[in-house]
């Protein structure tokens, strides 16, 4: 399976034969009733309430059992720009994450391993965010970029920005705010596979007439592409998904909603059950197909 | 970019090579020269500097002092991706990505040179693994990932070849198999090849020329033969080898033994005579050595007889078979421990343990050495700081990049 490359950052996978004993198949057990509780019920359920139909003459959120695929075309109808946000933005924020985390991780896992208590400073410093709450984090974010703040007088002052320009609001601070969000789950991938990096190999390279900047595209960047596998995947989906960076009351305005924020407002505001249901399988399916695709040509040749 | 295909293997030059490491010297004031085309031996134990003295001339490590040419050019301040040098790697280093072609074609394809893939399949062709040129090394065996980590370099025609003990990981008999098809893929491709061992008799066999290295310095260089027949050294002898080594004053030089001239030593009362050209000093306290298998065990007094050394009685105080030929260990009082090999032939006298023996040998057989040998531990501790420097080495070692 192609989501192997989630869990696996080796190089080589340890090809052990398979046994299915008895006892193998007990600890299995737990995993999969945990699985089949909070995953596929819900799923069921998800996928059953995507396809309902407003009670004739009920309350606001009232649903009934039906096969109305209304709800589905309902998103190619008004929600796309939406959708096309989420895609663009999760991009992007993967992009710049792993623009920022790949010099970070080559640094803690190459640079400073004759150093491990630097190495593991400079972990903690990778990690350190999560002590403070995502929401917090993202609200002084939004206090540093706020109309009335240092940096925007500066950069207005500067004229980089226009005298009566933002920066909350925008789609620079939206793409900014998730990239910052998700840097460490993008850097500890890469790092777990590069601090496992031969520099053998790299010796090899340079011995096999390639520049340094040859060796790094050939040899490093393919060994070290089962880390940049996983963090691109644990960044662009959850990314993908977001509704809080995004938000008005975060960093994000109407112009920047993605459409987790409008998943989020027709589950909890508007009570639309079903619409949101389904863009929630729509939003799904899209990932499931995106990821799928993306695992099959990166991934799983040079990961072996 | 490195030049194209080199023509024929290039000189290799080390002039007054120093390098130091934080805390210890890896190797001080080295000379050397490599002739073009020969097959070159650096043999030494581990921490001795041969290691390094290849990651140098590979450029993997820059010279704290001297200079280093290949074929005349000086490139000790060339890139190593710039060097028409290439390495067979201790650890093969085969890219774990690749197909083992692609393994072999990355030099060639990185230098742009014509026809990448058929060249390499005509290298993998040469070490008889073009069969297996789609799988991946980490799906060959030892031995086969050797032979493509050997064909990924000579691929490349470099000037120099280099070869960090390649065939450290393999068992004894691919061992002395991958010898043989190394020595004759050198005489095919014509390259000069540099070989690191720790193993003497790697390095008597495929090596023209042999250099034994100790503590950063060369203690001798020369022909295999020459080296084991006339070792200069207390380290020499008992590196490449074995030796039966006593140490005396010189009693009388010049004299005659038959028509050579010769150096009689005395040793626990024993006068012992030794050629004069085959002794490094003619006066005062010197070692002398013979080898143990030009020792002839005797169960009687021989009769003394010009030309021969004898020395004896002695005691058996250990036998060990070991097929073509038999191990003994006596004890010669004065002496000390003489080892004999002796032939496993139908005749010749065949003693037992606890026999009295005499042994005796050739004048000619004998050698002086330059220096004494060194009262040295059987195991060397490993606390101390020597060993600390060269594990702190090793572990540098680990650590080095690119360039």
Known sequence: MAFAALGSATGTADRTPLKTSRVAMLLLLPGLAYLLLFFLTPLVSLVVTSVEQPVPFGDVGQFQLAFNLQNYAEIGLHYLPHFARAGLFAILATFFALLISYPLAYFIGVKARRWPALQAVLLTLVIAPFFVSFLLRTLAWKAIMSDDSTLVSVLRSLSILPSDGHLTGTWFSVVFGLTYNFIPFMTLPIYASLERLDLRYLEAGSDLYASPASTFWRVTVPLSAPGIVSGTLLTFIPASGDYINASSSFLGSVQTQMIGNVIQSKFLETEQYPTAAAMSVALMAVIVVLVAGYVATTGTEDLL | ?403
């Open chain 2, 1 to 403: 970019m490195a030049a194209g295909f080199a023509e024929a293997g290039a000189d290799l030059e080390l002039v007054g090579i120093t390098k130091r490491f934080p805390g210890f010297t890896a190797i001080e004031d080295l000379d050397l020269r490599i002739p073009a085309g020969s097959f070159f031996a650096l043999l030494g134990p581990s921490g001795c500097g041969k290691t390094t003295t290849l990651r140098l001339v590979a450029g993997l490590e820059q010279p704290t002092a001297g200079r280093i040419l290949i074929g005349g050019r000086d490139v000790t301040n060339v890139k190593p991706y710039q060097r028409p040098v290439n390495t067979v790697f201790q650890s093969y280093a085969l890219f774990p990505h690749m197909s083992v072609i692609n393994n072999v074609a990355f030099g060639l394809r990185r230098r742009g040179i014509a026809d990448p893939y058929g060249k390499a399949h005509e290298a993998l062709q040469l070490v008889e693994l073009d069969h297996l040129s789609n799988r991946r090394p980490q799906q060959l065996s030892g031995g086969q990932q050797q032979r493509v980590a050997l064909a990924r370099a000579v691929v490349n025609r470099p000037s120099l070849l280099l070869l960090d003990e390649p065939l450290g990981a393999l068992d004894l008999k691919l061992r002395r198999q991958m010898q043989l098809e190394l020595k004759s893929i050198q005489n095919e491709v014509g390259l000069t090849f540099v070989h690191v061992t720790h193993d003497q008799e790697e390095a008597m066999t495929m090596a023209d020329t042999v250099a034994v290295m100790n503590k950063g310095a060369i203690e001798q260089m020369g022909a295999p033969e020459e080296l084991y027949e006339l070792p200069r050294t207390a380290f020499v002898a008992n590196f490449l080898g074995q030796s039966n080594l006593f140490t005396g004053e010189v009693t009388s030089s010049g004299g005659p033994t038959g028509a050579a001239a010769s150096i009689v030593v005395a040793v626990g009362g024993a006068k012992i005579e030794v050629p004069s050209e085959r002794a490094q000093r003619h006066s005062g306290r010197v070692t002398i050595g013979v080898r143990p298998e030009k020792l002839v065990l005797h169960s009687s007094q021989p009769k003394k007889e010009a030309g021969t050394n004898v020395l004896g009685p002695g005691r058996i105080t250990d036998v060990s078979f070991s097929g073509v030929s038999t191990q003994y260990q006596l004890v010669l009082p004065g002496f000390g421990l003489v080892t004999v090999f002796a032939q496993n032939m139908v005749f010749g006298p065949v003693v037992n343990l606890g026999a009295e023996v005499w042994v005796s040998w050739n004048v000619d057989h004998g050698f002086g050495l330059l220096d004494e040998p060194e009262v040295a531990p059987k195991f060397e501790p490993d606390t101390d700081t020597a060993t600390i420097a060269a594990q702190a080495r090793r572990e540098l070692m680990a650590e080095i990049e690119e360039g």
